[in-house]
């Protein structure tokens, strides 16, 4: 049997179904439990499905999360979205679950599912969770679920510019926007950021530093969140304004959440970094992964191993 009748034929034996995905939630973990939730709810009708994710900000416009009880969780089959790491999961809740399927397109370092379907050379979770739906049997979703999908699929991607998307990737994209998603709409969204946001990233152009070999790097700290009024999620949104500047194909953003939990958001154009970010307890895609660190002597750390890769 193919994994996504296996899939559906699990869904359809379940009339409780919990989604969780990863921590510090983005555009495809919430898009993906959104846009799974949707299906389920429309195309099995009667199931009780819900989803768990943590609050973003820039994605309330996609809607809250579902109250989901402790004791849910006990008799329920959880789908966990786009967490490659049952440690990284955003609701601890899901080791009280007997069953659980990973849906994931990180490097499948912890299979941690009874069923593990991981595709790592998808561009997104979003796109995985858009393929099962077309292989749904009279399907259904609402456009809510869609938007989500979207959604997902467009912030993993850098709005279809990274290298892991495929010919295939847009004829999906294209196939939502015949099912009525309005693009320009959630793209506008997405984009817009308020007055202290931009106010901060002037404050990154003007203090980012290079390392000797070209990795450029800008360090928030919560004095300069608090003193430009901006909160911790629209501050890790800066990595953006590092990118793509000439000589610097490795940038990284470090945001200090606390004294002892600063967290680098890594980016490259080509060079994988994803074995840097192990090596320091991280990790992610090759060209985008995360650390989460106790102190600045270790960012240092990582800064130098980063640049030994453009050495090399
Ligand atoms: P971030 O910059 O934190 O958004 O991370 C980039 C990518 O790496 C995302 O796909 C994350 O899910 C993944 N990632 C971040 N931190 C870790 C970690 N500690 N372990 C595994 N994957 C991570």
């Known amino acids: 049997m193919n994994i996504y009748k296996q899939i559906i034929n699990e869904i359809k034996k379940n009339d409780k179904i919990i989604i969780t995905t990863h921590v510090r939630a983005d555009g495809d973990c919430v898009g993906s439990a959104i846009g799974l939730r949707e299906m389920i709810k429309h195309t099995f009708k009667g199931k009780d499905v819900k989803a768990s994710y943590e609050y973003v900000d820039y994605l309330k416009?996609?809607?809250?999360?579902?109250?989901?009880?402790?004791?849910?969780?006990?008799?329920?089959?959880?789908?966990?979205?786009?967490?490659?790491?049952?440690?990284?999961?955003?609701?601890?809740r899901i080791e009280k679950a007997s069953k659980i399927i990973k849906i994931d397109h990180h490097p499948n370092v912890n299979p941690f599912g009874y069923i593990n379907f991981v595709e790592d050379e998808k561009s997104s979770c979003a796109e995985?969770?858009?393929?099962?739906?077309l292989k749904l049997p009279r399907r259904k979703i609402s456009i809510k679920g869609l938007e989500a999908i979207y959604t997902g699929m467009m912030t993993d991607t850098g709005f279809l510019k990274y290298k892991s998307v495929t010919g295939d990737t847009f004829k999906k994209i294209g196939l939502l926007y015949d099912f009525g998603v309005d693009g320009t709409k959630i793209r506008n969204t997405l984009d817009e950021i308020s007055i202290e946001e931009l106010r901060l990233k002037g404050y990154v152009f003007e203090h980012m530093e290079s390392t000797p070999n070209g990795v450029l790097y800008a360090i928030i700290t919560p004095e300069i969140r608090e003193k430009y009024n901006v909160e911790y999620d629209e501050a890790s949104n800066m990595v953006g304004a590092l990118s793509n500047v000439e000589g610097h194909p490795i940038?990284?953003?470090?945001?200090?959440?606390?004294?002892?939990?600063?967290?680098c958001r890594v980016r490259s154009l080509e060079i994988p970094i994803n074995e840097v970010a192990r090596n320091f307890?991280?990790?992610?895609?090759?060209?985008?992964?995360?650390?989460?660190?106790?102190d600045y002597e270790t960012v240092n750390k990582i800064l130098n191993a980063l640049d030994e890769l453009l050495k090399n």
């Open 61 to 92: 416009f996609l809607g809250r999360c579902d109250e989901i009880e402790d004791s849910e969780f006990e008799n329920a089959l959880v789908i966990s979205v786009d967490n490659a790491e049952l440690s990284r999961a955003n609701d601890k």
């Open 251 to 263: 940038w990284v953003l470090v945001n200090e959440y606390k004294p002892d939990e600063i967290r």
């Open 281 to 294: 307890g991280g990790g992610g895609h090759k060209n985008a992964s995360g650390i989460v660190v106790k």
């Open 128 to 133: 995985i969770i858009f393929d099962l739906f």
